[in-house]
């Protein structure tokens, strides 16, 4: 697994890795440094325009994509991201 080193807005620093790419896209994940557990995690789809995206038949290599991302893509991507997991709540008690 091939990462990117990626400095969010508050300093973290994030791992960026790109996972499931087809010949459009490709999602990008930033993994966060506590690394014990995805609870941290982030993603966001990257449309991919490249002579890949031309062709249903073809798909870009992550290796590819990643190479491809800089410091402004990946910030842009970041602000869109979404967690990857929800944390879990308990449900409020029922009262009687």
């Not at 990626?6 to 896209?25: H, I, Q, Y």
């Not at 941290?40 to 325009?49: P, Q, T």
């Not at 893509?73 to 979404?82: H, I």
């Amino acid at each position: 697994m091939k990462m990117k080193p990626f400095r969010g807005p508050d300093g973290t620093s994030w791992g960026v890795e790109v996972k499931l790419p087809g010949a459009s896209n490709a999602m990008v994940v930033f993994h966060h440094p506590a690394g014990k557990t995805a609870q941290y995690d982030r993603y966001a789809w990257l449309n991919w325009s490249g002579p890949e995206s031309r062709s249903v038949t073809s798909r870009v290599s992550a290796e590819k994509v990643l190479e491809k991302l800089n410091d402004e893509n990946l910030a842009g991507l970041f602000r869109r991201s979404y967690p990857i997991a929800r944390v879990a709540v308990a449900p409020p008690a029922l009262v009687e």
